[in-house]
């Protein structure tokens, strides 16, 4: 998220009710940055949820941050203009990052269970009002625009990420509910 807003204050003329987050990935000052971070961020997504997923041992909820940090991996390695790639990978990492923290809420308690829903919901909710928009009927964006319906998926789960790190690193002994291996 740091490097979103860094990019886009580097970003000549970039407008961030009106651009895609994804257009820091083809403006010549910022693509190298831009496009390492995504990689970056799924790949520690995919060692984070390794990691978390020994503690709780639900495949099924490995595979929703594996498929997340795919989605990340390849909308950086697939910048916006390499065409279908490029979407079809952001798609991913918008659905997955969301539903990862739905899931996640499963194995756990208290105020964190809460704020995974929170952000998966509020995610969840703009993937559609994005999916509405691009399909022709962009009143759906509202007056936050297509770059604020995308920050809208975005912002809430990575802060997300950043509360359950700090969630996790702080309760050793409790973070999750206790899992049987396999399920």
């Known amino acids: 998220m740091t490097v979103i807003m860094l990019t886009a204050a580097m970003a000549p003329g970039y407008d961030f009710g009106a651009a895609a987050i994804s257009d820091l990935g083809v ?27 020994r503690t709780h041992g639900k495949r099924w909820l ?13 909308a950086g390695v697939f910048p916006l ?55 022709g009927n962009t009143a759906a964006f509202g007056p936050i625009g297509h770059g604020g319906t995308e920050r809208m998926i975005v912002y809430p789960v990575m802060l997300w990420l950043v509360a359950f790190g700090g969630y996790l690193l702080g309760s050793p002994g409790r973070p999750v509910a206790t899992a049987h291996r396999g399920e």
């Open 27 to 53: 403006i010549a000052e910022t693509a190298l940055v831009f496009n390492i971070s995504l990689i970056a961020v799924g790949l520690f997504n995919l060692l984070g949820g390794f990691y978390f997923y």
């Open 62 to 74: 490995f595979a929703i941050f594996a498929l997340a940090s795919i989605g990340a991996i390849g």
């Open 81 to 135: 203009d390499t065409g279908g790639l490029h979407s079809l990978f952001a798609l991913l990492a918008f659905v997955f990052f969301n539903v990862q923290a739905l899931g996640t809420a499963t194995r756990l308690s208290g105020v964190m269970r809460y704020i995974s829903v929170l952000a998966g919901g509020v995610g969840l909710v703009f993937v559609v009002l994005m999916a509405v928009g691009d399909a």
